[in-house]
């Protein structure tokens, strides 16, 4: 049956993704690749073949089925290694966004034989605004990419950085395993600036009952941790608790709604990085202990570490600090069993090995943009032309980005375009400023259109890409190689 379907594929010029071949009783099925797009081939008969979508071709012999979203369940019902599903707290993971769709393949490849899995489908619903895509097409491109690298050992999708309901409904309706509960909203970030006269008219504020089960439970206590102790002074408490008690009721009444009943394996991430202050240890500890007496079982914790973890570029801070503190992090997720996550991990690369040692191995790293820069590098080197009008475009509305982002670029350090031969192009992704330029624009740069309504760049660049799939893919599994060889994976 291979053989026939390798001899159809040949006579229509298709190119077959070896590591995707399977047989399923009477069917042998494989994504192949032709000039315009990839489709799945099926030879023979039976159920699978039957329930894929498609045009039957050679005399009835074979079908040739579309990557659609129908047909990427029937992939998930008699394949199940093409489902996502909950990767637990015992093993490193990474979170590989993939804002274009494409990425997957390389990803997988890139991670294959390692000992960390990944979490494939990745986006927050203001990327996929961003981007014009649905939760829907992202979960199907992770599980094509799945299917087309014969990838068997598990992966992940997070409904990433969800503050709203009814998105957290929607994500985990559509299959999603994991959920990274943004509590940003919920977090008084203006505590960090108030005197002492504020802040106790505010902690007064608080029902006397919750002060009073929070001072019986943390007030002048020291609780051991690892090789540390973890305080509580009276006005630090009163601070934590007016900064973080009403986000910690916020994460158990998401948790007891929707992750228990949800009647499946759920990674419950808890976000709590979008704070204008790093998080004390002490509050980390109190935001955890809190959810275990609660009984929110939590699958890992973002908090918000010294320094910058700024997009697209290596960590800006204290080396020192961050390793000290890490420790205690660390210590404190162990205690408790579940992972550290850290948000933003793209190319902190002068990080990543102490986040590896003092973890142990158990984390999870999140990176989303760095591959949307990989293939910008792609495009830069194979198709020059539209790159340079990408980077003009990118200069031309870059105050359109910076609404979003928070970014130490500067944009007068960035090499000028017309003083830069097409050969040095690629190396724009080597320098900060132009990558944070590229990193932030990537929804503009998507977006753009002419006056006829069509995009400028948007179907230049996909095609480009198609056409270099496997210089993209080697991109990717450098750069996300480095990141793993440097997190001890």
Known sequence: MAAALEQIA???????????????????????????????????????????????????????????????????HYFPYTVPRALGTEVATIGLGDRLGIAGSGHLQA?????????????????????????????????????????EDGFGADGDHLKVEADIELALRLGFTMLTLDCSEHIDNDVANMDEGQLQRAYAAIPSATRERYEQRYGGKSFAVGES?????????????????????????????????AGRDIDFEISIDETLTPTDPAAHFMVAQELKDRGVDIYSMAPRFCGEFQKGIDYIGDLTQFEQELKVHAA??????????IHSGSDKFSVFPVIGKHTSGRFHVKTAGTNWLEAVRTVAQVNPSLYRRMHAYALEHVEEALAYYHVSMRLEEIAPLDQTVDAQLPAYMDEDNARQLIHITYGLLLQAKDEQGKPLFKTKFYQTLYEQEEAYAESLRRHIGRHLELLGK
């Open 332 to 341: 404190i997720v162990d205690h408790f069993g579940y992972k550290l996550s």
């Open 229 to 261: 102790a973890i305080q509580f002074e009276v006005a630090t408490l009163q601070s934590y608790v007016c900064i973080y008690g009403k986000a910690i009721d916020f994460m158990e009444r998401i948790y007891k709604q929707y992750i228990v009943s």
């Open 10 to 76: 040949a006579s229509s010029g298709w190119k077959i993704y070896n590591k995707s071949l399977r047989v399923y009783e009477g069917t042998t099925l494989a994504m192949v690749r032709g000039e315009e797009e990839r489709n799945l081939l099926a030879v023979g008969d039976g159920s699978l073949f039957d329930d894929l979508d498609g045009t039957v071709i050679a005399d009835g012999a074979a079908k040739l089925a579309p990557l659609t979203h129908a047909n990427r369940k029937v992939l998930n």
């Open 111 to 151: 991670v294959e034989g390692k000992q960390i899995l990944p979490v494939l489908a990745q986006q927050s619903i203001r990327e996929l605004n961003l981007t014009g895509r649905s939760y829907e097409e992202v979960l199907d491109a992770a599980c094509y990419a799945v299917f087309q690298e014969g990838f």
